[in-house]
């Protein structure tokens, strides 16, 4: 068998991709019947714990990261019902500030990595900075996958990349950032899912919020229904990670509602589903009071 035969073989594995205008109405059907039982406050914390709470800009300084990491700081036990968020998230030169900082328990570093975000780089480039951003403290890694390696199908390529880039977490967790918005097409998502998951990731992410559109409910869905047919294939459950555009609870208790009813309760943890948002946490708190 070919090196392509074998990926195309492995696509065959799953279900085939549905239509967009199919998956819209499904998405649709899933709010209209189970988006309001879930706007809870119950659910609301949960969503919280799950929050990656990200600073991703050019401007960012020692002092804003370290201004970010005393906001998690001072939340934790203000309210023993409310938990602290999943994870604070930044560029790799961050990850030492914000190990330095961070006394809040529970609380992970992530860090991007892997020439983010648009992954063009050598790979030798990707593989070093993923390393040193763990050996700096970074418990996770948030990658893009390779886009150009993936439109020219050029799968041998990027599964070679990605598992690499994996092993070189070592310990920690790799998240692969399929850039939903820039792949366009339910195959195109469904496809770079499955890639992304035999090569190793433990969570797929829909975006980096940067240059493409962000996440959408359509994406997840896709996203969703690869993850639950790999457990069943392989045994490992993988996580989901929605980021790009997230900013109000409604938009994230949508994206609840679809991993809740797609993929079930034991994914609605902060270890196997996480939200990357800048200024979703504030609007929680309020909402919470």
């Excluded at 598992?163 to 195959?187: H, N, P």
């Excluded at 994914?267 to 309020?286: C, P, V």
Aim: glycine share 6%; with cysteine; proline share 2%.
């Amino acid at each position: 068998m070919t090196e392509q035969n074998k990926y195309q073989e492995s696509f065959r594995r799953f279900e085939a991709a549905e239509s967009g205008e199919t998956v819209t109405k499904k998405v649709q059907a899933i709010r209209d019947a189970h988006f309001a039982e879930n706007f809870t406050v119950e659910t609301l914390s949960r969503i919280y714990s799950c929050i990656d709470l990200t600073t991703l800009n050019a401007t960012d300084t020692k002092e804003t990261v370290w201004r970010l990491v005393e906001r998690v700081n001072k939340a934790e036990g203000v309210n023993p019902a409310f938990p602290n968020v999943a994870a604070i998230c930044t560029y790799p030169v961050f990850v030492e500030v914000v190990k330095q900082s961070l006394l809040a328990k529970e609380v992970k570093i992530a860090s991007v990595a892997g020439g983010f975000p648009s992954a063009q780089t050598f790979v030798e480039v990707k593989i070093a900075e993923t390393a040193m951003a763990v050996m700096e403290g970074a418990d996770e890694i948030d990658a893009v996958m390779n886009l150009g390696y993936f439109l020219d199908e050029a799968y041998e390529e990027l599964a070679d990349e990605l598992a690499e880039i994996k092993d070189s977490c070592r310990q920690a967790k790799l998240k692969v950032i399929l850039e939903t918005g820039a792949l366009d097409t339910t195959e195109n998502i469904r496809r770079a899912a499955i890639l992304s998951l035999y090569s190793g990731a433990d969570f797929i992410k829909t975006s980096t919020g940067k240059g493409y559109p962000g996440a959408t409910p359509a994406a997840v869905y896709v996203m969703c229904k690869v993850i639950k047919q790999y457990t069943a294939l392989s045994g490992r459950m993988a996580g989901i990670k929605i980021s790009g555009g997230i900013r109000t609870a409604e938009d994230a208790v949508l994206y609840y509602t679809l991993v809740k009813e797609l993929l079930g309760e034991d994914w609605l943890d902060s270890n196997h589903f996480r939200i990357g948002a800048s200024h979703l946490a504030d609007d929680i708190a309020k909402r919470i009071g």
